[in-house]
Structure formats: structure tokens, C-alpha cells
């Protein structure tokens, strides 16, 4: 079974231009996160979708956004760039959000650059 | 409250060592914690999970201590090999998280031969 997957594997941008990040889940998983990652630090959690719901909202500004399809594959949508918002940007898929416990897996990530 | 404290930052042993890795939190209302290792370019892999419920748990060469009147819990690798080389991230969340992991800052570990 494929893993969680991740289009482009990186992406070159310049400050002010807008982008978009994809992510497949796991073949029977609904529930999809995006998080950021900043070198040399941990996952920032930006959004959870379940249900082609937004379910969480981390602590990042309104010109980030998300959907998720029927198929329950996702896209990040980041406006406006600026050169802090350059990271690796990580979508995780979980079976189903009303699990007790639901484990999270990651896919390899999408390196953003903005110039 | 939302906040995890790893420690240490880096970490060097030998091969076949026990490298210990230690994460600290404020929030009683956690009631998951993941780790997860992660090679240069890859995402994070999920290695071993534990809940309050129990002290301790082990898959393989990984053990989870976990300390909850301490509101600590740490990593054990069993008979480090140079393989393990990677860095490590400990996470927490609970069933109100809104799906929000919240991860420590991460250890990068260096096992030499």
C-alpha cells in the first residue's frame, strides 16, 4: 500500500506570489493535517480536515487555507508569500478523527523556498 | 500549557549505547504521546506511541518510559547502531485537540560506529 504522498517535492517561489500544495492520504483514511516545519525545529500544526471539513486551526494567519476533496486528497493554499513561510511542509493522514486515539502518519514533505 | 520541552538538543554515543531522550509537559488534558523519528529530506515516521494508562511500553529496541504525576515521558533505544542516526520528536495531544499534535523541539542523534 502506498503512503501518504506529497506534489511537488519542492517549489521555488518570490515574495508575494501565491502557491499550492497537494497531499494523497492513505488508501481508507478521511482525516488529513497539514503542518509546518521550520529547519532545525519540530511540526507546526496548521489545519486538520475530516470529512472535506476544517476540524482544527493552528496559530498561522488567514493567508493560509485549505480544502479537502471527496477523495479525501488535500491541497494547501499560501497567499501573499513571505520569506519566513519558506519550510518543509508536511501533510499527515489519520484513519478517522472520532478515533480515541488517532495515529498520524507523515508523507515526505513538500520544501518550499521563497526568494 | 501547549507547549513540549525536549531535551537534550544532540546527542553522540557509541555504537550499542542506550541514548536517552527526555520530553516534559503542562498540559494535564494530553492523554497521547507519540514519537517519531526523521532522516534528512524524509518526513517524520511514527515509531512508538504510549498512553497515561500504563508506565511503559516497548516495540522492538524502543521503550517509552512515561511519568504522569511528572508529566514526563522519554525515549530508550536498546543497542543503538549507527542507523538510528536520525532526529527524534516527541509529540502530545488529546481527544480535544482538534487532531493537533503538538511536538518538542527534537533531538538529533548521532550513534558512531
Known amino acids: 500500500d502506498a503512503g501518504v504522498t506529497q506534489s511537488p517535492t519542492h517549489l521555488i517561489k518570490t515574495r508575494g506570489q501565491q502557491v499550492t500544495l497537494r497531499c494523497s492520504p492513505i488508501s481508507g483514511h478521511k482525516s488529513v493535517s497539514w503542518y509546518q516545519q521550520v529547519l532545525g525545529q519540530g511540526p507546526q500544526f496548521i489545519f486538520q480536515?475530516?470529512?472535506?471539513?476544517?476540524?482544527g486551526r493552528g496559530n498561522f494567519p488567514d493567508r493560509f487555507s485549505a480544502r479537502q476533496f471527496p477523495n479525501y486528497s488535500s491541497e494547501l493554499n499560501v497567499n501573499a508569500l513571505l520569506l519566513g513561510d519558506s519550510a518543509l511542509y508536511l501533510c499527515a493522514s489519520s484513519l478517522d478523527r472520532r478515533l480515541l486515539y488517532n495515529e498520524q502518519f507523515f508523507g515526505p514533505g513538500t520544501r518550499l523556498t521563497v526568494l | 500549557q501547549q507547549q513540549v520541552k525536549q531535551s537534550p538538543q544532540s546527542l553522540i554515543v557509541q555504537k550499542g549505547g542506550i541514548p536517552i531522550i527526555n520530553c516534559a509537559y503542562e498540559n494535564t488534558a494530553f492523554d497521547y504521546f507519540p514519537w517519531y523519528q526523521q532522516f534528512p529530506g524524509k518526513g517524520p515516521a511514527l515509531l512508538i506511541a504510549?498512553?497515561?494508562?500504563?508506565s511503559e511500553k516497548k516495540e522492538g529496541r524502543f521503550t517509552i518510559s512515561f511519568n504522569k504525576s511528572a508529566k514526563q515521558f522519554s525515549l530508550h533505544i536498546m543497542d543503538s547502531q549507527p542507523g538510528d542516526s536520525a532526529t527524534y520528536f516527541c509529540?502530545?495531544?488529546?481527544?480535544?485537540?482538534?487532531?493537533?499534535?503538538?511536538f518538542g523541539q527534537g533531538t538529533e542523534l548521532s550513534v558512531k560506529p
Open positions: 509529540a502530545a495531544s488529546g481527544y480535544n485537540q482538534g487532531g493537533k499534535l503538538i
Open positions: 480536515y475530516y470529512e472535506k471539513e476544517e476540524r
Open positions: 504510549i498512553r497515561p494508562d500504563v
